[in-house]
């Protein structure tokens, strides 16, 4: 995830100043992959026949401080709910396309 070195703290998306301090002494930093689910919807009506329904997208507050959107994914009989916990999990989208989502922990 991008990091300022001026002023410390993570963002997402990526950007070429930080949104915080408009520096531009950002450098790429691993992250934890946990976080918590802030929001969510069950998405009943596929937008397409390449989206398979219900699947759930959330917003996710990652432990280092930025929010993302992102899916929930292998539910089986867990139940989503705001403030559950989660852990990043890699979908191979195509060859060249790989998207994070998230599994409940």
Same mark, same amino acid.
């Given at each position: 995830?991008?990091?300022?070195?001026?002023?410390?703290?993570?963002?997402?998306y990526?950007?070429?100043?930080?949104n915080?301090?408009?520096?531009?002494?950002?450098e790429?930093?691993d992250?934890?992959?946990?976080?918590? *689910?802030?929001?969510?919807?069950? $998405? =009943?009506?596929?937008?397409?026949?390449?989206?398979?329904?219900?699947? &759930?997208?959330?917003?996710?507050?990652?432990?280092?401080?930025?929010?993302?959107m992102?899916?929930?994914?292998?539910?089986?009989?867990?139940?989503?709910? *705001?403030?559950?916990?989660v852990? $990043? =999990?890699?979908?191979?989208?195509?060859?060249k396309?790989?998207?994070? &989502?998230?599994?409940?922990?």
């Amino acid at each position: 995830m991008q990091y300022c070195l001026n002023c410390r703290q993570y963002q997402f998306y990526p950007r070429i100043l930080c949104n915080n301090c408009a520096q531009s002494e950002l450098e790429w930093k691993d992250v934890s992959g946990k976080g918590t *689910i802030a929001s969510f919807t069950i $998405v =009943a009506r596929p937008v397409s026949k390449a989206y398979e329904s219900p699947y &759930v997208i959330a917003l996710v507050d990652l432990d280092e401080g930025p929010r993302m959107m992102s899916s929930i994914v292998d539910i089986g009989d867990k139940t989503v709910k *705001i403030g559950a916990k989660v852990s $990043v =999990a890699f979908e191979q989208w195509s060859e060249k396309i790989t998207m994070p &989502v998230f599994r409940i922990i």
